[in-house]
C-alpha cells in the first residue's frame, strides 16, 4: 500500500501545481491503495466520492503544498470515517458492568477477555469474573481457566455438557453472590455464521442484557472481516468491536469498512498473543496506519529535497556556461523568497558572516515584486537573451511594468552583475558579491 499511495503522492509532488487530471489519478491510485488494503469496495467508492468533494472545495496549491493538502484531506477522511474519538467501554450505574464477546472461531474472543480482565484489574484495580460459556470447541474451557489462574481472575465454568444459556444464568447469579464488578462472557464461534450459532447468541444477549456487546474480528482475515462484521451486526445489538491481530503485516484496511458497515465504534485492537497486548481504538493512529503516513511524509521531505537540489544543480551549471539568464534570475528571485528574509541569507554565504558592509544591510521585499513586474514584461526572447534589451526595449519594459525607466536599468545593471558574480562564485571566487552589495 505505502508503495502505491507514495508512487500516486510522488506524482503530485515536483509539479507546479495539480490539475483535475493529476487529481483523478491521485484518486484512483489512493482507490487502489485502500482496496489493497483490504477496505472493501463499497466503503472505498464511498470514501474516494468523499476526497474527491473535499479536494474540490479546497484550494490546492503548488507543488508539495498541493501534496501535503490531499494527504490531509485523505488522512481526516479517513479518521472520519473511523469515528474520530476513541470511544470508552459503557458502563451502568450499577455493577456489574457486563461485556458479552461474539465472533467467528479463532478470531480471539477469549484471548481479548484475558486481556480486558488484565486491563481492567491494573486500571481499576477491577474484580471481575469471566463466564466459560463455550461448550462446543475442544478445551476452550481450560483455556479460559488457565488464562484467569495466570491473572489471579476466578473462572465460572458448568463443563461442557450444560447448556450455554444455563450456564450464562447461573454465572451472573455467582457474580451477583460475589459482587463482582465487571462480568466478561466467552461465548462459542464457528468458521462460518450459521443460524444455530446466532440464536445461542441472541439467547444469551437476552438473558445477560449486556452493557457491550463486542464483536472481536480478526484483522488478518481481509476482506472477510467487512462480511462477518455484516453477518453479526445484522442479528445482534453490537456495541462495539474489537480488532486482533493487528501485529501481524495487514494494514488494517478492515478496520474502515467495519466501522463503515456496522456502524459500530472499534473500540480496541488487539496487537499479541499476551494479555497485555491490547490497546485502545485510536482513529487517526489507525489512518496513518492505513495510509502508511510515516512512510509518505519523509518521503515528501525527500522529493522536495530532491527538486530544489536539481534545480540548483542546473542553475549553478548555467552559471559556469554563463547562460544564467532573465528566467533563472527570476526563479532565483523565487527560492530567495521563499527562504526567509534576504539580509539573513547573506549573511549565511561563506566568507559573508562578519563583513561590515553588511552590518546595516536592508533589502527592500518589495523591490522583489517589482522585479518580476518588469520581467514578466520581456517577450520570450528577451528573457533568454538580456543583451537583446536595448533603450528602446527598455522603455517598453518600464511602461509595460509601471516602474520607471531608471528602475529598469538599474534592474538590468544588477543582472549583470549578478551574472557576473555568480560566474565567479561559480569557480569559487566570492569577491564580485561585495560590490554588487555596496550598491
Ligand atoms: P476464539 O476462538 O475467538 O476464542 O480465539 P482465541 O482467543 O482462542 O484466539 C485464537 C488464536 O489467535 C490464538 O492462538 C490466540 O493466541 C491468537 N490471537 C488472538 N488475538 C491475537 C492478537 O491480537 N495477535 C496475535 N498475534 N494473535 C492473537
Ligand atoms: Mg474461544
Redesign the pocket.
Known amino acids: 500500500l505505502t508503495q502505491r499511495l507514495s508512487k500516486a503522492l510522488k506524482n503530485l509532488t515536483g509539479k507546479g501545481k495539480i490539475n483535475e487530471e493529476d487529481l483523478q489519478a491521485t484518486l484512483r491510485e489512493i482507490r487502489l491503495a485502500l482496496l489493497e488494503a483490504d477496505v472493501s469496495y463499497p466503503t472505498v467508492k464511498k470514501f474516494i466520492d468523499q476526497i474527491r468533494q473535499k479536494a474540490k472545495g479546497t484550494e490546492i496549491l503548488d507543488g508539495l503544498n498541493g501534496a501535503q493538502q490531499v494527504i490531509k484531506v485523505v488522512n481526516d477522511e479517513l479518521t472520519a470515517l473511523m469515528g474520530d474519538e476513541a470511544v470508552p467501554l459503557n458502563k451502568p450505574d450499577k455493577i456489574p458492568t457486563k461485556i458479552m ?1 461474539a ?13 480486558l480482565a488484565y486491563k481492567l484489574k491494573k486500571e481499576e484495580n477491577a474484580r471481575p469474573l469471566l463466564i466459560a460459556a ?1 461448550i462446543y ?1 475442544p478445551a ?1 474451557i481450560d ?1 479460559l481457566e488457565i488464562l484467569g489462574k495466570d491473572l489471579g481472575v476466578p473462572v465460572f465454568s458448568m463443563g461442557t455438557d450444560v447448556d450455554p444459556r444455563e450456564i450464562v444464568k447461573a454465572g451472573l447469579a455467582e457474580a451477583a453472590a460475589n459482587k463482582n464488578d465487571y462480568v466478561l462472557i ?1 461465548t462459542a ?1 464457528r468458521l462460518q455464521i450459521d443460524a444455530e450459532l446466532m440464536a445461542e447468541l441472541k439467547d444469551v444477549q437476552e438473558i445477560a442484557q449486556p452493557d457491550e456487546v463486542l464483536l ?1 474480528v ?1 484483522a488478518m482475515t481481509g476482506q472477510n472481516a467487512t462480511e462477518t462484521a455484516q453477518g453479526f451486526a445484522d442479528e445482534l445489538n453490537l456495541t462495539g468491536v474489537v480488532l ?5 503485516d495487514t494494514r488494517g484496511g478492515a478496520a474502515l469498512s467495519i466501522r463503515d458497515v456496522t456502524g459500530k465504534p472499534i473500540k480496541f ?5 499476551k494479555p497485555t ?2 490497546d485502545v481504538f485510536y482513529p487517526d493512529r489507525m489512518a496513518s496506519r492505513i495510509l502508511g503516513m510515516g512512510d509518505i511524509l519523509t518521503l515528501i521531505e525527500k522529493a522536495q529535497q530532491d527538486v530544489d537540489e536539481k534545480k540548483q544543480a542546473e542553475q549553478l551549471e548555467k552559471m559556469r556556461l554563463n547562460t544564467f539568464d532573465f528566467n533563472d534570475f527570476i526563479e532565483q528571485l523565487h527560492q530567495v523568497q521563499n527562504m526567509g528574509p534576504m539580509e539573513d541569507l547573506i549573511k549565511m554565504i561563506p566568507g559573508m558572516a562578519g563583513n561590515p558592509a553588511l552590518a546595516n544591510l536592508s533589502i527592500d521585499p518589495k523591490q522583489f515584486t517589482h522585479m518580476e513586474a518588469i520581467v514578466s514584461s520581456m517577450t520570450k526572447a528577451e528573457r533568454e537573451d538580456p543583451d537583446l534589451i536595448n533603450p528602446s526595449r527598455r522603455r517598453r519594459l518600464a511602461a509595460g511594468a509601471g516602474r520607471p525607466i531608471v528602475e529598469v536599468n538599474k534592474m538590468i545593471k544588477q543582472f549583470d552583475q549578478m551574472r557576473k558574480m555568480m560566474n565567479q562564485a561559480s569557480n569559487g571566487n566570492f569577491s564580485g558579491m561585495e560590490s554588487m552589495m555596496g550598491q
Open positions: 464477546m465472533g467467528l472461531q479463532g478470531a480471539g474472543k477469549t484471548t481479548t477477555i484475558a486481556k463455550d470447541r476452550a483455556q466467552d464461534g472481536t480478526d486482533t491481530k493487528l501485529d501481524g485492537v488487539g496487537q499479541g498473543e497486548d491490547l
